[in-house]
């Protein structure tokens, strides 16, 4: 099972950009789609970004869309997600999940830990 380390959320005022990163175990990267997944404080966990396997097929929730953008660095064993123009209602615990040869919009069957984005007005 791969494990996942997720980094570079913090706090940020409207209209800022973030970039989180989520670095990978083990060898088997390359077959893994990988996804980043945001709970907010009350709210269920939802799917903002998602990347297949074969790393050619990326997704996003309409929320995110135009703002965000994931890619996977093979090299580095590591996904990333580029958030822009960023709002209050992004504020949330984002996660990276990862899903054995699984599509762009990968179901969790692993998880990080997660990392805090806190975006002001």
């Known amino acids: 099972q791969v494990q996942l380390v997720e980094s570079g959320g913090g706090l940020v005022q409207a209209g800022g950009s973030l970039r989180l990163s989520c670095v990978t175990s083990?060898?088997?990267?390359?077959?893994?789609?990988l996804g980043w997944f945001r709970q907010a404080p009350g709210k269920e966990r939802e799917f903002v970004a998602g990347?297949?396997?074969?790393?050619?097929?990326?997704y996003y929730a309409d929320s995110v869309k135009g703002r965000s953008t994931i890619e996977r660095d093979s090299a580095k064993n590591t996904v990333y997600l580029q958030m822009n123009s960023l709002k209050p209602e992004d504020t949330a615990i984002y996660y990276c999940?990862?899903?054995?040869?699984?599509?762009?919009?990968?179901?969790?069957?692993?998880w990080g830990q997660g990392t805090q984005v806190t975006v002001s007005s």
């Open positions: 999940a990862a899903q054995l040869f699984g599509p762009a919009q990968p179901v969790g069957n692993s």
């Open positions: 083990g060898r088997t990267f390359s077959r893994y789609a």
């Open positions: 990347i297949d396997w074969t790393g050619t097929s990326t």
